[in-house]
């Protein structure tokens, strides 16, 4: 089963940092592409960032531009993808979404996208 498993939400006050960690699990051959979205209560989901296997990366426009507060990896080979959140903030309380592209697996099945199952991150004092 393929599928993709969010950690390292919780609890943060204001002005704190945290990095969540997401892991696709399974029989996956390659992944093109990972993200990040976060969709705040009485929001609409949005694209945090984003990090290809080539390690291309790109942030949405909602994410603070410079300098920025949030910064994603991925270790394709072990198949995770990270975002660091620096300073958080009330308005970064949200679940956030793990998302995959192109997922293929070793039996060739091809999975245009997944989605993991959220992780909620709460800022407040």
């Known amino acids: 089963q393929v599928q993709l498993v969010e950690s390292g939400g919780g609890l943060v006050q204001p002005g704190g940092s945290l990095v969540l960690s997401c892991a696709a699990s399974?029989?996956?051959?390659?992944?093109?592409?990972m993200r990040w979205y976060r969709q705040a209560p009485g929001k609409q989901r949005e694209l945090v960032a984003e990090?290809?296997?080539?390690?291309?990366?790109?942030?949405?426009d909602s994410v603070d531009s410079v300098p920025s507060r949030f910064t994603i990896r991925g270790d394709y080979p072990k198949k995770m993808v990270y975002l660091q959140i620096d300073n958080l903030s009330p308005n970064d309380t949200a679940v956030y979404y793990c998302?995959?592209?192109?997922?293929?697996?070793?039996?060739?099945?091809?999975?245009?996208?997944?989605w993991g199952q959220g992780t909620l991150v709460s800022v407040s004092s």
């Open positions: 998302y995959a592209v192109n997922v293929v697996t070793n039996s060739m099945q091809r999975f245009p996208e997944l």
């Open positions: 399974g029989s996956i051959y390659s992944i093109y592409a």
């Open positions: 990090i290809t296997s080539g390690g291309v990366t790109g942030y949405g």
